[in-house]
């Protein structure tokens, strides 16, 4: 693969993750962070800056790794679909089970220690220990402690209807992509509707449209200044979408949800050209390049149990929750950092196994 391309999936897959924390630390509510989430708050800096950072500016994350995704799939397309699936079971689903059956013992093991063995209620809903099969199994193959690894199973679903996919986009690429863009616009909320996103990614690839060079009609100050108003008209509806638009609100942020996800990908793949290029000269960052997915896979829960505390703990204050917003991450991504480092050092098979292979990339 084209090393600037190569380099460049690199730094943005490692950016994903990294914003994905930011996107966790999300305190104003209690209730999960969504497209169409709406603020039933006042307007303050606080809930503004986290509204338009959480749920606005840093949201490309998922539809631009879909993206990078489907493009490499469809780049080593030399490779056998059965040895696809092998790899991918290898890369995706077990690590996925690995991680999961880990904190549901974690989480026994914490919950046996720090409540009281008379209670029935644990951290995340019924105590473990009170799990029936199905519970058990439900817990560890479809909702994982660890909510984020929703995107690996999601992804490996996409690559096993890859010959599908490709077959449409061969035949009728227009109308499938159309299609598809219909789906994501129609649909909130839904996890599924980012194969669009994945099948874009095919079609780059299989066209072998050039990715490198910026287009003709990309100006990153104007791109920028399209992303900012988007996120700026998205931010001010979900506070203020209910009073004027009522029930038509969900459907006004979603659709301008969507209407920035794909300037915002434009601008952070075309317009970190100078940041990827350092970055990636830094001995100090390739040396943490390869904790991604460690950050990825074990910020939760512990970002959910801690960030209640860590607020109280600063005061509970509207400064307090944006200070908590932008240091709790930074302290959970060090951590995450460390644990990898450690694990990949002392125990490198089993770091091996619980990533996929995804190793430092100095060793690759």
């Not at 227009?174 to 219909?182: E, H």
Request: hydrophobic letters at 50%.
């Amino acid at each position: 693969m084209n090393k600037t391309i190569s380099q460049k999936i690199y730094f943005l897959s490692f950016l994903c993750m990294v914003l994905l924390i930011f996107i966790h630390s999300y305190n104003i509510t209690d209730y999960p962070l969504y497209a169409t989430t709406t603020i039933n708050k006042p307007l303050t800096p606080t809930t503004f800056i986290q509204y338009f950072l959480a749920n606005g500016l840093l949201r490309f994350r998922l539809p631009l790794l879909m993206l990078m995704s489907g493009y490499l799939l469809a780049y080593k397309d030399s490779i056998t679909y059965l040895q696809i699936i092998k790899k991918k079971i290898r890369t995706l689903l077990l690590p996925y089970l690995l991680f999961s059956a880990i904190c549901i013992v974690l989480m026994a093991t914490a919950e046996y220690f720090l409540l009281p063995h008379s209670t029935t209620e644990g951290f995340w809903g019924k105590k473990i220990s009170a799990y029936s099969l199905y519970d058990f199994f439900y817990r560890l193959f479809i909702s994982p402690i660890p909510f984020q690894l929703w995107f690996l199973r999601t992804l490996f679903i996409f690559i096993v209807c890859y010959p599908v996919i490709k077959y449409c986009l061969q035949k009728a690429p227009i109308w499938m992509l159309l299609m598809l863009f219909i789906l994501v616009t129609a649909l909130s909320n839904n996890h599924y509707t980012l194969v669009f996103y994945f099948a874009v990614g095919i079609y780059l690839q299989m066209q072998k449209i050039n990715i490198t060079t910026k287009p003709n009609f990309f100006n990153v100050r104007t791109w920028l200044i399209v992303v900012l108003l988007l996120v700026i008209l998205k931010t001010w509806a979900a506070i203020y979408g209910n009073n004027i638009l009522g029930s038509f609100t969900s459907v006004a942020l979603q659709v301008i949800h969507v209407a920035h996800i794909i300037p915002s990908i434009l601008l952070v793949w075309f317009g970190l050209d100078k940041l990827v290029n350092y970055c990636m000269s830094q001995h100090w960052f390739l040396s943490i390049i390869g904790s991604s997915f460690f950050i990825y896979a074990c910020h939760e829960p512990l970002m959910a149990i801690l960030i209640k505390p860590y607020v109280t703990l600063l005061g509970s204050s509207e400064m307090a929750k944006l200070i908590a917003f932008f240091t709790l991450p930074i302290a959970i991504i060090t951590l995450c950092i460390g644990l990898n480092t450690v694990v990949e050092r002392l125990l490198p098979r089993l770091h091996n196994t619980l990533t996929g292979g995804r190793g430092s990339i100095k060793n690759r």
